[in-house]
C-alpha cells in the first residue's frame, strides 16, 4: 500500500518521522495502527510549546481552555503532531457533520464559557471518532454547545422548538426527503425538557415533557410501529433515546453516513460503486452503527488502494495547511500564522458557516479562497527559507537535484516537472546558499501553491 | 500509456490546453458596449428572514394575536401606506434610510414571493433559490446560467462575489465567478523579491494553465488559479477608491463599499453579490429593544443599504444599478416559546436602484389562523406565496439585464411585478 496515500486520508499527511513509522509495516499493520490508537498514548498536547514542535502564538498566555483563538491553534497542534491522525482526522469529519459554530455559543455563555463549551465538544467527537453513531447522536443531543445552537434549551411542551429535530433528521441521519413536517413537528415534542441548566449543564426537565404520543412516517421500533407511546413526565427523556436508537439505524442513515465516508477517505472524482456502498452499510448496521468497522473496510479495500484514486479528494483547508506543515517543516513556525489565512480559504475551526458544515468539493476553490491558500503557502515558505535550504544540502548540485528534493518532500499529483525545471534553472547554477535559498523557497511556494497539491 | 498533459504539449497539440488570460483591453471593450454597464447585486438575507417583521401587517389584529411578544406596535412602525388590497403596511422602526428611498420611489417592496411545496430546509430552501428549479435543488445557479449566456471570452471579473465561497446561484456551466471578500488580501505575494517573485507569479500562471484533459479536477482548479492571477491587478486599483460617504464598520457596510468601488473603477464587473446572516431567529428574536436580534439586523441592513444608495446617487452610478434581495424562505406567523419564529414559507423581496419603479407590489396575506385561509399555508401556519420568485428573476434577467429569462429559467415566468 502507498503509505503516503494512506496518510493523506486516514491523516493529515506525512512527515519524515511518520513515514519511518509507517514504512516497515505490511498494509494490514498500518491500517491497524490507524484504526486501533487506544494504546498509542494521546500525550500530544504535553507537546505544545516544546522545542522541536510547531509554535502557537497568543497575545497572552496560551489559553486554550478558554480562549477560542488558543483552543483553534491546540487543535491545529494535535493535527498536526498527534500519534493518533485518523482520531484527530474524524474529530474534523465529525465537526463538519455536527457543524456548531462558536459565535452564537458565545453569546449566550461569553467567550470563554464559548470557547469551553465548544472544546467540550470537540472532545466528545473526538473520544468517539469511531465509535458508534447511535452514541455520538445521543451525546450531541445532550451536548450544552449543540443545544444553544439549535435552540434545544427553549424546547418546551407549551412551545415546542423545531430547530434540533428538523436538523437532526436532515442533517444528522436520515436526509432531506426523508421526513415530513409533521416528523419535524412530532421530533420536536421528543425533545422537549432536553434543556440545559444556568451553568450551561445539560438537565432533562420532566415537567417541561409534552407527555402525549409521538407518531412518526417511519418505524420506530423493531416491530415496525411508528409510535412512541404517551409516558409519564418522569420517563420521558425514554423518548429521545427511543428515537435516536431508530434513525442511527435506519438504512437512509446508513447510506447516508457511509457515502459520506466514501467521499471524505476514497474519492470526490470518482463515483462509488453502489454494490460498496451497500456492503458499507450494511456493515454498520450489521454492527449496531459502529464506524470503526465501517473505516476499516474502507482502508483495506480495492477501491481505497486502487492507485487511480490517489489525490481525487479536494483537500479541506484545515488538510490543506496541516499538510504543508508536516511536508515542508515546522521548526520556527507558529500554527497561530494559520488562523487568519485559514478564514479567507473559508475554513475557520469552530466556526462552520451553518449547521450543514461546510460545502465541500470544489466549492472550497473560489479565486479568493484559492490566492489565500497560494499566500499561505508563501508565508511557510518564507518561514523555512533556511530550514528548507539546509535540509536541501545534498541536492545543491543542480537544478534537477532541487527540483527530485522538493517534488518528493511535497507530495502531489503532478505529471511532469518541466515547469518546476524551468522556474529552478532561470539563472546560471551556481548552487551558492543565497541561490539554494531563493529557488527552494520558490518551489516550496509553487508547489504548495500549484492546483495539484490542493488534492489528497 | 496514460494520457498526460505534457504529453500533448510536447506533440504540439496545444489546443488541449486552455488558457483564460485576458487581455486587459477587454474591460475597455466591455465598457464601450454601453449598454451593458448596468449592474446587478444580489443580496442574500441568509437564515429565513421574517418578512413580517420586515414590512409589518400593523392594522391586522391577527399580527398581535400571533405575535404577542414580537408584534411591533402600530404607533412604532414607518408607515409607507396601503397595498392593492388595502392592507397598511409599515416598515420596521429601524428601516429609517430605506423609507427614505421608497419615498422617493426607488425602493420596491414585493410582497409573498416564494413558490409552490415549498421548502423549510435551510439548504434545500438555499438550493432551490439558487437553481430557480423548485423540483431540483441540483444544478447551476440562475445568475451563473445567465452569465453563461454572455458573449465570449467572458471577463473572469465579469462577477464578483463579496463572501468567501462562491455562492450556488452563481455557479455557472461555464464562466467562473471570482470570490473576493477582501481587496486588500486579493494579491500575490512571494518568499523572494523582485526578478525572483515575477518569475514565481508567471510560473505559477503556467502551472494553472497547463490543463490537463484526463484530470478536470485539477483542472477546475487551475482555472481558478489562472481567473485570480487574471484579475488581481484590477482588483488591486479598487482599494484606492474614496467613497463619498461612511459605510458601517462590518462586513456588510465593506463589503458594499467595495462593490460601489469595483462600479467607480469601472473595472467591468457586472455581477456582484453580497450577504449578510442571522436572520434564523428561532429563540429570543426580539424585534423592538435597542439590542434586540431582529432591531440589530434591521440596522445593519438599513445603514449598509442607506449609505451604498447615497453614495451611488453621489457617483451617478445608482442610474446604472438594480439591488434585489432575497432569503431562502420567510418565517412561522405564530411566535415560539423561545419568543422567535421557526421556518416558514414566502416572504417579501426589497428592489433597489435609480431605475427601480418603486411601491409595494402584490398584496399581503390575511394572518386569520383559519385553514381555508386562501393566502396561508400550512393549516393557517405560513405565509403562502402570491408571487413566483421565478417571475421576479425574469423581469431582473429581461428588463434589467437585457437577457433571455425563457431560456435561463427553463420556463415562460415573465409575468411577474413592474418593479424594473
Known amino acids: 500500500m502507498d503509505v503516503a496515500h494512506l496518510l493523506r486520508r486516514a491523516g493529515f499527511g506525512a512527515s519524515s518521522d511518520d513515514l519511518a513509522t509507517f514504512g516497515s509495516l505490511s498494509s494490514a499493520q498500518a491500517v491497524d495502527r490507524l484504526v486501533n490508537y487506544d494504546s498509542i498514548p494521546d500525550d500530544v498536547e504535553s507537546k505544545i510549546g516544546q522545542p ?57 455563555a461569553k467567550s470563554d464559557g464559548g470557547t469551553t463549551l465548544m472544546n467540550n465538544q470537540i ?105 412512541i407511546p404517551a409516558r409519564a413526565a418522569s420517563a420521558g427523556m425514554q423518548d429521545g433515546i427511543d428515537f435516536i436508537n431508530a434513525l442511527s439505524m435506519h438504512q437512509e442513515t446508513a447510506t ?63 488538510e490543506f495547511v496541516v499538510r504543508a506543515i508536516k511536508e ?35 466549492s472550497w476553490f473560489s479565486t479568493g479562497a484559492m490566492l489565500a491558500r497560494m499566500n499561505f503557502a508563501s508565508a511557510l515558505a518564507s518561514n523555512q527559507k533556511f530550514r528548507l535550504a539546509t535540509a536541501a544540502a545534498g541536492a545543491r548540485s543542480s537544478p534537477q537535484a532541487l527540483v527530485s528534493f522538493m517534488t518528493s518532500r511535497l507530495t502531489a499529483d503532478f505529471d511532469s516537472t518541466s515547469d518546476l525545471m524551468s522556474y529552478a534553472s532561470s539563472a546560471a547554477w551556481t548552487g551558492s546558499d543565497a541561490q539554494v535559498q531563493a529557488k527552494a523557497s520558490g518551489l516550496a511556494h509553487l508547489i504548495l501553491g500549484s492546483p495539484e497539491y490542493q488534492f489528497v | 500509456m496514460p494520457i498526460t498533459r505534457r504529453s500533448f504539449v510536447k506533440n504540439g497539440v496545444a489546443a488541449f490546453t486552455v488558457s483564460l488570460a485576458v487581455p486587459r483591453f477587454l474591460s475597455d471593450l466591455a465598457r464601450a458596449q454601453g449598454a451593458s454597464s448596468r449592474n446587478l447585486v444580489v443580496l442574500d438575507l441568509s437564515g429565513g428572514n421574517d418578512g413580517l417583521s420586515l414590512l409589518v401587517p400593523y392594522t391586522d389584529n391577527f399580527y398581535y394575536s400571533r405575535r ?42 414585493i410582497q409573498r414571493v416564494g413558490y409552490e411545496n415549498s421548502s423549510r430546509s435551510h439548504f434545500a430552501g438555499t438550493d432551490i433559490w439558487s437553481t430557480a428549479n423548485p423540483s431540483s435543488s441540483q444544478g447551476t445557479g440562475w445568475v451563473g446560467r445567465y452569465l453563461s449566456t454572455l458573449a465570449s471570452p467572458v471577463d473572469p471579473l465579469v462577477a464578483w462575489n463579496t463572501t468567501g465561497d462562491t455562492p450556488h446561484a452563481l455557479q455557472s456551466p461555464s464562466v467562473s465567478v471570482a470570490s473576493i471578500p477582501s481587496v486588500s488580501g486579493y494579491a500575490f505575494s512571494s518568499p523572494n523579491g523582485g526578478a525572483e517573485a515575477q518569475l514565481e507569479r508567471s510560473t505559477a500562471a503556467t502551472i494553472a494553465s ?143 436602484g435609480g431605475a427601480v419603479r418603486g411601491g409595494i407590489f402584490g398584496t399581503a396575506a390575511s394572518l386569520n389562523p383559519d385553514p381555508s385561509n386562501p393566502t396561508l399555508e400550512n393549516s393557517g401556519g405560513d405565509v403562502h406565496y402570491e408571487t413566483d420568485f421565478r417571475s421576479v428573476y425574469a423581469r431582473v434577467i429581461d428588463n434589467w439585464l437585457g437577457g433571455d429569462s425563457v431560456g435561463v429559467l427553463g420556463g415562460n415566468f415573465k409575468n411577474g411585478p413592474a418593479f424594473v
Do not use: C
Open chain 1, 52 to 108: 522541536g514542535y510547531v509554535g502557537t502564538t497568543s497575545s497572552g498566555p496560551f489559553s486554550p481552555d478558554t480562549v477560542i483563538n488558543d483552543a483553534r491553534q491546540r487543535w491545529l497542534f494535535r493535527m498536526v503532531h498527534s500519534n493518533r491522525p485518523l482520531q484527530e482526522k474524524m474529530a474534523l469529519f465529525w465537526h463538519n457533520y455536527f457543524a456548531t459554530g462558536y459565535s452564537k455559543i458565545a453569546g449566550v
Open chain 1, 123 to 227: 472532545a466528545f467527537l473526538r473520544t468517539n471518532a469511531l465509535g458508534n453513531l447511535r452514541d455520538l447522536l445521543l451525546g450531541i443531543a445532550k451536548d450544552p454547545a449543540m443545544l444553544i445552537w439549535l435552540d434545544g434549551d427553549s424546547n418546551t411542551k407549551a412551545k415546542p422548538q423545531e430547530n434540533f429535530g428538523r436538523e437532526l433528521m436532515e442533517l444528522f441521519s436520515r436526509g432531506v426527503g426523508h421526513y415530513t413536517e409533521d416528523d419535524v413537528y412530532a421530533a420536536a415534542r421528543v425533545f422537549t425538557g432536553w434543556n440545559l441548566d444556568r451553568s450551561f449543564n445539560f438537565v432533562y426537565n420532566a415537567n417541561q415533557h409534552e407527555t402525549s404520543a409521538k407518531t412518526f412516517s417511519f418505524p420506530i421500533y423493531p416491530n415496525g410501529s411508528q409510535t
Open chain 1, 256 to 318: 447516508r453516513l457511509v457515502t459520506k465516508l466514501y467521499g471524505f477517505l476514497v474519492s470526490e472524482t470518482i463515483p462509488p460503486d453502489p454494490a460498496f456502498i451497500a456492503s458499507l452499510a450494511t456493515t454498520y448496521l450489521n454492527y449496531g452503527s459502529a464506524i470503526q468497522p465501517v473505516i476499516e473496510q474502507i482502508l483495506l479495500s480495492p477501491q481505497f488502494t486502487n492507485p487511480a484514486v490517489a489525490f481525487t479528494r479536494y483537500s479541506w483547508p484545515a
Open chain 1, 328 to 362: 515542508t517543516g515546522w521548526t520556527g513556525f507558529s500554527v497561530g500564522s494559520a488562523l487568519t489565512p485559514m478564514i479567507n480559504m473559508t475554513q475557520q475551526l469552530y466556526e462552520p458557516p451553518n449547521v450543514a458544515g461546510w460545502v465541500l468539493g470544489q
Open chain 2, 68 to 109: 404577542p411578544t414580537l408584534g411591533i406596535p402600530a404607533g412604532s412602525v414607518l408607515q409607507i401606506g396601503s397595498d392593492t388590497s388595502g392592507k397598511a403596511l409599515g416598515l420596521h422602526p429601524k428601516l429609517t434610510g430605506l423609507k427614505d428611498i421608497f419615498n422617493q420611489g426607488r425602493l420596491a417592496l
Open chain 2, 210 to 352: 497547463h490543463v490537463p484533459v484526463d484530470k478536470a479536477h485539477i483542472a477546475f482548479v487551475g482555472t481558478t488559479v489562472q481567473a485570480a492571477l487574471a484579475t488581481l491587478d484590477r482588483v488591486a486599483s479598487v482599494g484606492s477608491y474614496k467613497p463619498s460617504v461612511t459605510y458601517p464598520n462590518n462586513g456588510f457596510g465593506q463589503a458594499l463599499q467595495a462593490i460601489a468601488g469595483a462600479m467607480a473603477k469601472g473595472i467591468a464587473t457586472r455581477v456582484f453579490w453580497v450577504q449578510t446572516g442571522g436572520f434564523d431567529t428561532h429563540a429570543s428574536q426580539d424585534t423592538t429593544s435597542d439590542n434586540g436580534a431582529y432591531v440589530k439586523l434591521m440596522s445593519t441592513l438599513n445603514d449598509g443599504l442607506t449609505a451604498f444608495y447615497s453614495d451611488l446617487k453621489n457617483s451617478g452610478l445608482i442610474n446604472e444599478t438594480l439591488l434585489l434581495s432575497f432569503s431562502e424562505f420567510g418565517r412561522r406567523i405564530s411566535e415560539n416559546g423561545s419568543k422567535g419564529t421557526d421556518h416558514g414559507a414566502a416572504s417579501v423581496l426589497l428592489a433597489m
